[in-house]
């Protein structure tokens, strides 16, 4: 059973950035078969999908049009994890972040989520 | 990118009633629609994907149909512990895509 555990703080400045770490256990970040996600959840943008890693064959990234020129993730493979790093933060970045596992498409598994809150 | 839009924004129900929840795609998705169910302080939880396929461990209760574009999920005889918030996603076409979300109440 794969699960997700996730760190970082919860309190960023404004213009700072946002750092977040999801440690996997019961697979691994070089999973064929997984990508490996994070999603963000705030009242005035619902559920909205940042970006994954994934390996099949080599690394890969993938990132939404709205934060493309902001967000890095990335994995550690000595750790058996990946991070996100969301720079040029601003207060609509105020939000409830999850890192997810997914699976043909299908978000299947989910850390427990971080609130994290943009303000001086 | 696939719009999705969900309706009722907000369902009223007694428990045992019946419920139906509504997702549209902007354009066809296929049967490559999943439903979650989200409770307060907690993340999502898948509930059905393939627009119909129940996942492990969800109770008959649940069951979803569609295709296309117009989706349903429908909750047979409401419990007390299907109060939640649900999202449809669809993985058809990249990047996938969520619904704003139905969120169910007791009446």
Same mark, same amino acid.
């Given at each position: 059973?794969?699960?997700?555990? #996730?760190?970082?703080?919860r309190?960023?400045?404004?213009?700072?950035?946002?750092?977040?770490?999801?440690?996997?256990?019961?697979?691994?970040?070089?999973?064929?078969?997984?990508?490996?996600?994070?999603?963000? *959840? !705030?009242?005035?943008?619902?559920?909205?999908?940042?970006?994954?890693?994934?390996?099949r064959?080599?690394?890969?990234?993938?990132?939404?049009?709205?934060?493309? !020129?902001?967000?890095?993730?990335?994995?550690?493979? !000595?750790?058996? #994890?990946?991070?996100?790093?969301?720079?040029?933060?601003?207060?609509?970045?105020?939000?409830?972040?999850?890192? $997810?596992?997914?699976?043909?498409?299908?978000?299947?598994?989910?850390g *427990?989520?971080?609130? $994290?809150?943009? !303000?001086? | 990118?696939?719009?999705? /839009?969900?309706? %009722?924004?907000?369902?009223?129900?007694?428990?045992?009633?019946r419920? /139906?929840?509504?997702?549209?795609?902007?354009?066809?998705? +296929?049967?490559?629609l @999943?439903?979650?169910?989200?409770? %307060?302080?907690?993340? %999502?939880?898948?509930?059905?994907?393939?627009?119909?396929?129940?996942? /492990?461990?969800?109770? @008959?209760?649940?069951?979803g +149909?569609?295709?296309?574009?117009?989706?349903?999920? /429908? &909750?047979?005889?409401?419990?007390?512990?299907?109060?939640? &918030?649900?999202y449809?996603?669809?993985?058809?076409?990249? %990047?996938?895509?969520?619904?704003?979300?139905?969120?169910?109440?007791?009446?």
């Amino acid at each position: 059973q794969v699960q997700l555990q #996730q760190s970082g703080p919860r309190l960023v400045k404004p213009s700072q950035t946002l750092s977040l770490t999801c440690a996997i256990s019961g697979d691994s970040v070089s999973s064929n078969s997984l990508t490996w996600n994070w999603i963000r *959840q !705030s009242p005035s943008r619902g559920l909205e999908w940042l970006g994954r890693t994934y390996y099949r064959s080599k690394w890969d990234n993938d990132y939404a049009v709205s934060v493309k !020129s902001r967000i890095t993730i990335n994995p550690d493979t !000595s750790e058996n #994890q990946f991070s996100l790093q969301l720079n040029s933060v601003t207060p609509e970045d105020t939000a409830v972040y999850y890192c $997810v596992g997914v699976r043909g498409g299908l978000f299947d598994y989910w850390g *427990q989520g971080t609130l $994290v809150t943009v !303000s001086s | 990118e696939t719009g999705m /839009t969900q309706s %009722p924004a907000t369902l009223s129900v007694s428990p045992g009633e019946r419920a /139906t929840l509504s997702c549209r795609a902007s354009q066809s998705v +296929s049967t490559n629609l @999943a439903w979650y169910q989200q409770k %307060p302080g907690q993340a %999502p939880r898948l509930l059905i994907y393939g627009a119909s396929t129940r996942a /492990t461990g969800i109770p @008959a209760r649940f069951s979803g +149909s569609g295709s296309g574009t117009e989706f349903t999920l /429908t &909750i047979s005889s409401l419990q007390s512990e299907d109060f939640a &918030i649900y999202y449809c996603q669809q993985y058809n076409n990249w %990047p996938w895509t969520f619904g704003q979300g139905t969120k169910v109440e007791v009446k």
